[in-house]
């Protein structure tokens, strides 16, 4: 499965800082729960590389 394949599946995601100062995001998909937990610092960087997909995304329309 590539970043382009559509697949039919609900998620829900949670996004939240951890009693042990963690950035947390929580994804459930069904009966999955995957919980991914991020440093401040990575955190930010994540944020930045959905900031700079999404400027990608809108110049695509």
């Known amino acids: 499965m590539g970043i382009?394949?559509?697949k039919d599946i609900e998620?829900?995601?949670q996004i939240g800082p951890t009693s042990d100062g963690?950035?947390?995001l929580f994804i459930e998909a069904g009966e999955t729960e995957i919980p991914?937990?991020?440093d401040p610092d990575e955190a930010?960087?994540?944020?930045?590389?959905i900031r700079a997909a999404a400027a990608r995304a809108?110049?695509?329309?």
């Open 36 to 38: 991914l937990d991020f």
């Open 44 to 49: 930010d960087e994540i944020a930045e590389e």
């Open 22 to 24: 963690m950035v947390r």
């Open 58 to 61: 809108r110049a695509v329309k």
């Open 4 to 6: 382009n394949s559509e």
């Open 11 to 13: 998620a829900n995601l």
